[in-house]
């Protein structure tokens, strides 16, 4: 089954994304994280199909986050 990872730091937004994919379709599944670093360690751990991830987060911004993905 296809893989969704949404990295966004704002708590509303991924819950809003992660409801409306949820609800899409049931064909994939769909996981969150809540900053950069929780979803690069989330990367290490499972493979995703796609990647949704937030530009302007603390700790980690989603140009940082997608250095260690693109190896």
Same mark, same amino acid.
Not at 4 to 15: G, N, Y
Not at 33 to 44: C, F, P, Q
């Given at each position: %089954? *296809?893989? @969704?990872?949404? !990295? &966004?730091? #704002?708590?509303?937004?991924?819950? =809003?994304? =992660? +409801? !409306?994919l949820? &609800? #899409?379709?049931?064909?994939?599944? =769909?996981? #969150?994280?809540?900053?950069?670093?929780?979803? !690069? #360690?989330k @990367?290490?751990?499972?493979?995703?199909?796609?990647?949704l991830?937030? !530009? +302007?987060? *603390?700790? %980690?911004?989603?140009? &940082? =986050?997608? +250095? *260690?993905?693109? +190896?």
């Amino acid at each position: %089954m *296809p893989k @969704i990872l949404i !990295i &966004e730091d #704002e708590s509303a937004i991924r819950r =809003v994304l =992660v +409801k !409306i994919l949820s &609800e #899409e379709n049931d064909t994939y599944t =769909v996981d #969150e994280a809540e900053d950069g670093l929780a979803g !690069i #360690e989330k @990367i290490k751990k499972d493979d995703f199909d796609l990647v949704l991830c937030d !530009i +302007k987060m *603390p700790k %980690m911004d989603g140009v &940082e =986050v997608l +250095k *260690p993905l693109r +190896k």
